[in-house]
């Protein structure tokens, strides 16, 4: 204890004791939850010091590395009643702290160590007895005082009973902190709930999708602002460095700058990045105190520090996206600012995690661009070139099905018989394969050798194209239409059709009505038993539009292709001065981009 005659006293400490500032004892003042607010418990262990001792101040002070403050007070003058806080020049309790022991005086004015603390002329502060306030671990979080505004010889019952009393305070104060405990143990609780559940998740959340940009946004999204306050998923490119990036800030009005960070992330590292060593090595990287010293020697770039600044950035970690068998596919850089707790050992576990099953799902969706490009290109490939026919113009569109790596079996084909007649076809193979890709291809051959220099009907042709397929024991079940059209020497044309169980073309008239080219009903071609065909006729004035589709144009699971085909006329109505390109566009935007492919034939009389 320090007490005694001023002669005893040590020389005044210069500037605030090294005790304030150890961390454990500011990690349990910070877990009572106390601050410079009233606490109605402290309050009356103030009110029961004032009582008892027969002291007009009373104070339960809790001394923080700055500044003290009392939960618990009673008879301090203004403006401190109202602030419940002072800075350390006005505090005795720091040294209760420093020395760890109860510190009495009978008049302050006489002792070295604190006969010029503010705390006198200010507070009114002579004689003050103040014992610890203790956590379980002994750590000294402040003091519980009596205060007198003149001396006073502090009698030895009198400090039994603020001894007394300070240890039932240490209590409540204990207390305080294993509620704190208890509150962070639930919410830790909680967010490793929530960290299982995205992790369960993930898999089927980028699953839903086999877009590679679609799958980084949802990975980005899935970590903010549970694991992290921003985030960036990296794709390497050849050279080592990412290519694509995609960035997510908990903060939307932050998207500007985050997304700017992503682009110079993708184009301004330096060989000391962080990001490029987790892409060349494969192990992540943890970083829990970090400065942006840290991304001043990871960039070319002087605007990437101060964008970070403004971001947030206090705490980061880099993991690899790895597929099976080792190979870096990308990377996932997590973010904290200040504000929220530096990242450890148990977010990089998750984080990790969140990088191996975000593997597999990234790996397949990139998979599946190529497949889906090449199955276009060779889709592309197999469709013919259109002719360049005098009196008539020709336009024509393929439009693989959403979310389909398989090479469709959807086709049509236009081409100048030597006599001047043009034949165009269109037609939909069964089935989404390579081998239905194969009959797609032999079915257009065969069209262009059944018909080409020969004058028959169009139900001939159809008919023996029929024959044929029969004979050669083509495996198919196809849909086509066939159309021959002719001039009629009076500046129009002649049109002949013959349909084969494939959707009825349109005609839209110069003047915009539309016609419904239907037919009798006719079995599909390739079926087993023979069929003779008919054909139909009609004429091509000049504007007139003939478009010929399959049926991925105007069909969808939950409605009739009767209505689709209504409302495609309907579409269709009015728009026969619309540029023949321009209307092909028009109608594939329109339609709904779901499970088929479809092709588009239209030619137009001059």
């Given at each position: 204890?320090?007490?005694g005659?001023?002669?005893?006293?040590?020389p005044?400490?210069?500037?605030?004791?090294?005790?304030?500032?150890?961390?454990?004892?500011?990690?349990?003042?910070?877990?009572?939850?106390?601050?410079?607010?009233?606490?109605?418990?402290?309050?009356?262990?103030?009110?029961?010091?004032?009582?008892?001792?027969?002291?007009?101040?009373?104070?339960?002070?809790?001394?923080?590395?700055?500044?003290?403050?009392?939960?618990?007070?009673?008879g301090?003058?203004?403006?401190?009643?109202?602030?419940?806080?002072?800075?350390?020049?006005?505090?005795?309790?720091?040294?209760?702290?420093?020395?760890?022991?109860?510190?009495?005086?009978?008049?302050?004015?006489?002792?070295?160590?604190?006969?010029e603390?503010?705390?006198?002329?200010?507070?009114?502060?002579?004689?003050?007895?103040?014992?610890?306030?203790?956590?379980?671990?002994?750590?000294?979080?402040?003091?519980?005082?009596?205060?007198?505004?003149?001396?006073?010889?502090?009698?030895?019952?009198?400090l039994?009973?603020?001894?007394?009393?300070?240890?039932?305070?240490?209590?409540?104060?204990?207390?305080?902190?294993a509620l704190?405990?208890?509150?962070?143990?639930?919410?830790?609780?909680?967010?490793?709930?929530e960290?299982?559940?995205?992790?369960?998740?993930?898999?089927?959340?980028?699953?839903?999708?086999?877009?590679?940009?679609?799958?980084?946004?949802?990975?980005?999204?899935?970590?903010?602002?549970?694991?992290?306050?921003?985030?960036?998923v990296s794709?390497?490119?050849?050279?080592?460095?990412?290519?694509?990036?995609?960035?997510?800030?908990?903060?939307?009005?932050?998207?500007?700058?985050?997304?700017?960070?992503?682009?110079?992330?993708?184009?301004?590292?330096?060989?000391?990045?962080i990001?490029?060593?987790?892409?060349?090595?494969?192990?992540?990287?943890?970083?829990?105190?970090?400065?942006?010293?840290?991304?001043?020697?990871?960039?070319?770039?002087?605007?990437?520090?101060?964008?970070?600044?403004?971001?947030?950035?206090?705490?980061?970690?880099?993991?690899?996206?790895?597929?099976?068998?080792?190979?870096?596919?990308?990377a996932?850089?997590?973010?904290?600012?200040?504000?929220?707790?530096?990242?450890?050992?148990?977010?990089?576990?998750?984080?990790?995690?969140?990088?191996?099953?975000?593997?597999?799902?990234?790996?397949?969706?990139?998979?599946?661009?190529e497949?889906?490009?090449?199955?276009?290109?060779?889709?592309?490939?197999?469709?013919?070139?259109?002719?360049?026919?005098?009196g008539?113009?020709?336009?024509a569109?393929?439009?693989?099905?959403?979310?389909?790596?398989?090479?469709?079996?959807?086709?049509?084909?236009?081409?100048l018989?030597?006599?001047?007649?043009?034949i165009?076809?269109?037609?939909?193979?069964?089935?989404?394969?390579?081998?239905?890709?194969?009959?797609?291809?032999?079915?257009?051959?065969?069209?262009?050798?059944?018909?080409?220099?020969?004058?028959?009907?169009?139900?001939?042709?159809?008919?023996?194209?029929?024959?044929?397929?029969?004979?050669?024991?083509?495996?198919t079940?196809?849909?086509a239409?066939?159309?021959?059209?002719?001039?009629?020497?009076?500046?129009?044309?002649?049109?002949?059709?013959?349909?084969?169980?494939?959707?009825p073309?349109?005609?839209?008239?110069?003047?915009?009505?539309?016609?419904?080219?239907?037919?009798?009903?006719?079995?599909?071609?390739?079926?087993?038993?023979?069929?003779?065909?008919?054909?139909?006729?009609?004429?091509?004035?000049?504007?007139?539009?003939?478009?010929?589709?399959?049926?991925?144009?105007?069909?969808?699971?939950?409605?009739?292709?009767?209505?689709?085909?209504?409302?495609?006329?309907?579409?269709?109505?009015?728009?026969?001065?619309?540029?023949?390109?321009?209307?092909?566009?028009?109608?594939?935007?329109?339609?709904?981009?779901?499970?088929?492919?479809?092709?588009?034939?239209?030619?137009?009389?001059?």
């Amino acid at each position: 204890m320090i007490d005694g005659s001023p002669q005893d006293a040590v020389p005044r400490a210069v500037g605030p004791p090294p005790a304030l500032g150890d961390p454990a004892r500011l990690r349990a003042l910070a877990e009572t939850g106390l601050d410079a607010a009233p606490d109605e418990a402290f309050d009356r262990f103030a009110r029961l010091v004032s009582d008892l001792l027969d002291v007009p101040v009373a104070l339960v002070s809790l001394v923080a590395i700055d500044r003290q403050f009392f939960p618990g007070a009673v008879g301090l003058p203004e403006p401190w009643a109202d602030r419940r806080e002072t800075p350390l020049s006005h505090s005795f309790c720091q040294h209760v702290v420093d020395l760890e022991v109860p510190m009495v005086l009978p008049d302050a004015r006489l002792y070295p160590r604190v006969r010029e603390n503010l705390a006198i002329p200010d507070l009114g502060v002579v004689a003050y007895a103040g014992m610890p306030l203790t956590d379980l671990s002994g750590n000294i979080l402040g003091s519980l005082c009596a205060i007198d505004s003149k001396p006073r010889a502090w009698t030895a019952a009198q400090l039994r009973t603020l001894a007394d009393l300070a240890a039932a305070c240490s209590s409540e104060l204990r207390l305080r902190i294993a509620l704190d405990g208890a509150d962070q143990a639930r919410r830790r609780a909680e967010e490793a709930h929530e960290r299982l559940r995205l992790v369960a998740g993930l898999s089927e959340r980028l699953g839903g999708t086999l877009d590679v940009a679609t799958a980084l946004h949802r990975l980005a999204d899935a970590t903010v602002p549970l694991l992290a306050d921003w985030c960036l998923v990296s794709l390497v490119g050849p050279t080592g460095v990412p290519r694509e990036v995609t960035a997510v800030h908990r903060d939307p009005a932050r998207a500007a700058d985050v997304s700017r960070f992503a682009e110079l992330l993708r184009t301004e590292l330096g060989p000391r990045s962080i990001t490029r060593a987790v892409l060349r090595t494969g192990q992540p990287v943890l970083v829990s105190a970090a400065t942006l010293a840290d991304i001043e020697r990871a960039t070319h770039s002087p605007a990437m520090p101060a964008i970070a600044a403004r971001l947030g950035f206090a705490s980061h970690l880099t993991v690899p996206i790895t597929a099976t068998g080792g190979t870096v596919l990308g990377a996932i850089t997590l973010v904290n600012d200040a504000r929220r707790p530096a990242f450890d050992d148990r977010d990089l576990i998750t984080a990790v995690e969140v990088g191996r099953r975000a593997a597999q799902a990234i790996g397949n969706s990139a998979r599946y661009g190529e497949q889906r490009h090449v199955a276009e290109v060779l889709q592309h490939s197999m469709l013919p070139r259109l002719p360049e026919v005098p009196g008539l113009e020709l336009a024509a569109r393929y439009q693989p099905a959403a979310d389909r790596v398989e090479v469709g079996g959807d086709w049509y084909d236009a081409f100048l018989q030597p006599d001047g007649d043009l034949i165009a076809a269109i037609g939909d193979v069964a089935g989404h394969d390579i081998e239905a890709a194969a009959t797609m291809g032999q079915l257009r051959n065969l069209v262009r050798g059944n018909a080409y220099g020969r004058s028959d009907a169009v139900s001939e042709l159809m008919t023996h194209l029929d024959d044929v397929i029969r004979g050669l024991r083509l495996r198919t079940a196809a849909t086509a239409t066939l159309v021959r059209l002719r001039t009629d020497g009076a500046g129009g044309h002649a049109v002949t059709w013959s349909n084969a169980g494939h959707p009825p073309a349109l005609l839209v008239r110069a003047g915009g009505a539309v016609e419904v080219l239907a037919g009798p009903a006719e079995p599909l071609l390739g079926l087993a038993r023979p069929t003779r065909r008919s054909s139909r006729a009609t004429g091509l004035a000049g504007r007139d539009t003939l478009l010929l589709y399959t049926d991925g144009l105007i069909e969808r699971r939950d409605r009739p292709i009767d209505e689709g085909l209504a409302e495609l006329a309907a579409r269709l109505a009015g728009k026969d001065r619309i540029p023949l390109d321009d209307l092909c566009d028009l109608l594939l935007d329109a339609a709904h981009r779901g499970e088929d492919d479809v092709a588009l034939l239209a030619v137009r009389a001059r």
